[in-house]
């Protein structure tokens, strides 16, 4: 199975194609852990397809634990997501889920950094500005 998620803060539209491009489920969820894994527990193993952004780097989290392949696009690089005239999340959903279908290259997928070093940065950040406001006193 494949699956898009088209990730907002509050709701998420999920749809679920069979191997050949088929329909098998559009929906609407709510954009936490328990609801984005209630639609797609029926569907064994699914490559899940969603766009880098707020929610980007605990979904795959929780996917991946979940048994799912996780794709995370980078859609910066994927011109049929941000250059299309008529966008709505159902239809972006729609095509994450068609080019995770296709192949996985077209969507350039991104890696986030890993909690530590997410951690880490931000420590270097935090100081980077302390000495910037020392500097400034």
Aim: contains cysteine; aromatic residues 4%.
């Amino acid at each position: 199975m494949f699956i898009g998620c088209d990730l907002g803060d509050k709701f998420t539209d999920v749809c679920v194609l069979d191997q050949n491009g088929a329909i098998v489920e559009s929906t609407r969820v709510r954009t936490t852990r328990q609801s984005l894994e209630r639609p797609l527990n029926g569907y064994g193993r699914a490559r899940v397809v969603l766009e880098v952004g707020t929610h980007s780097r605990w979904v795959p989290a929780a996917l991946t634990e979940a048994g799912h392949e996780v794709i995370v696009a980078n859609p910066r690089q994927v011109r049929l997501i941000w250059k299309r005239p008529r966008k709505t999340d159902q239809s972006d959903a729609l095509v994450l889920a068609r080019l995770g279908r296709i192949d996985v290259a077209l969507l350039a997928p991104v890696r986030h950094r890993n909690r530590e070093a997410h951690i880490d940065l931000a420590c270097l950040r935090a100081r980077d500005q302390l000495v910037a406001h020392a500097r400034n006193s």
